[in-house]
């Protein structure tokens, strides 16, 4: 690892503020880790909030794996400790770095087991007000968002929908032919292998056009959130050991940087909409978005 990257782990620890602004200047890796530690995880370590602001500001990991757990679990995991350690009541602890880490889009559920594991009631409360908070503000942020980020993209044209055509989703194609993506709903995807084999069977154009007409259901369509949910997912990832295929690439690499940042947020409510799916996907789509990269995921069992 390099010098700088060490240092800025050291100074973070530190609360050395200039230290860290002077470190990162000079291409210090904000997510670089040694001895278990990423400069984030070393920041909440020894409570030094401002900069633990300051990393999140300029892009660290919110889901950083240290030996600590991700950045919130090391979070709630201190709080706790500490109260348990000093022999006060948890409430008298701080909550700030833990309410930044999930302002940032930190997954509560990371935190939400480590405060269940304790037994602690107060910190599980204050996390699960604080998800239904993140859920209601979340929701209504990104439709304005997508509205704003989507708003000038073009019908690609009946014949542009799949990649082939007419094939055996003639159907479902032929109902989402002339549609804009503002008025369609998740029916208009469903097809003889339901709604997930319908947003399957569009092409990358097709895809791209519908892209935030699908993020639109998912948001606002609670009874369609897991099978729109999860045919999104199919597009941004693949099984380890599975190549992805030409179409996933191409639209990975058409879409616009802000538009990957746009749906790596969304992907960050996704996973307090939909717990259920796997955040194994939701974790290994939010890295392809990042990357450009299709990236597979892995089920741990």
Same mark, same amino acid.
Do not use: C, W
């Given at each position: 690892m390099e010098p700088t990257s060490v240092l800025l782990i050291e100074a973070a620890f530190r609360g050395d503020m200039e230290a860290?602004?002077?470190?990162?200047?000079?291409g210090a890796r904000v997510d670089a880790e040694d001895k278990g530690l990423t400069p984030l995880h070393a920041a909440i370590e020894n409570g030094q909030t401002e900069v633990v602001r300051r990393l999140l500001e300029?892009? /660290?990991?919110?889901? /950083?794996?240290?030996?600590?757990?991700?950045?919130? /679990?090391?979070?709630?995991?201190?709080?706790?400790?500490?109260?348990?350690?000093?022999?006060?009541?948890?409430?008298?602890?701080?909550?700030?770095?833990?309410?930044?880490?999930?302002?940032?889009?930190?997954?509560?559920?990371?935190?939400?087991?480590?405060?269940?594991d304790y037994g602690c009631a107060?910190?599980?409360?204050?996390?699960?007000?604080?998800?239904?908070?993140?859920?209601?503000?979340?929701?209504?942020?990104?439709?304005?968002?997508?509205n704003q980020e989507f708003s000038d993209i073009s019908y690609p044209g009946d014949d542009q929908l799949a990649d082939s055509y007419p094939n055996e989703w003639e159907a479902t194609l032929d109902n989402l032919c002339g549609k804009d993506w503002r008025d369609v709903e998740a029916k208009d995807f469903d097809s003889q292998g339901g709604v997930i084999e319908g947003i399957q069977a569009l092409g990358s154009?097709?895809?791209?056009?519908?892209?935030?007409?699908?993020?639109?259901?998912?948001?606002?369509?609670?009874?369609?959130?897991?099978?729109?949910?999860?045919?999104?997912?199919?597009w941004f990832?693949?099984?380890?050991?599975?190549?992805?295929?030409d179409s996933q690439i191409v639209v990975l690499h058409a879409l616009p940087s802000a538009r990957r940042d746009f749906m790596v947020r969304f992907f960050g409510v996704f996973r307090i909409l939909e717990p259920d799916l796997s955040p194994a996907i939701v974790d290994a789509a939010i890295v392809s978005l990042r990357a450009g990269v299709v990236t597979a995921y892995r089920f741990v069992r």
């Open positions: 860290v602004e002077s470190l990162l200047s000079e300029v892009g /660290a990991d919110i889901e /950083a794996i240290s030996l600590a757990g991700t950045p919130l /679990a090391h979070a709630v995991d201190l709080v706790i400790d500490t109260a348990l350690q000093s022999g006060t009541p948890v409430e008298r602890e701080s909550t700030e770095v833990i309410d930044l880490l999930i302002a940032a889009g930190a997954n509560i559920e990371a935190g939400l087991e480590v405060a269940r107060f910190i599980e409360e204050h996390l699960m007000r604080r998800k239904r908070e993140v859920k209601e503000a979340s929701i209504g942020m990104l439709l304005e968002k997508l154009k097709g895809f791209l056009y519908f892209l935030p007409g699908l993020v639109r259901i998912f948001l606002t369509d609670p009874v369609s959130r897991y099978s729109v949910g999860y045919g999104l997912l199919t990832t693949v099984p380890e050991g599975i190549k992805p295929d």
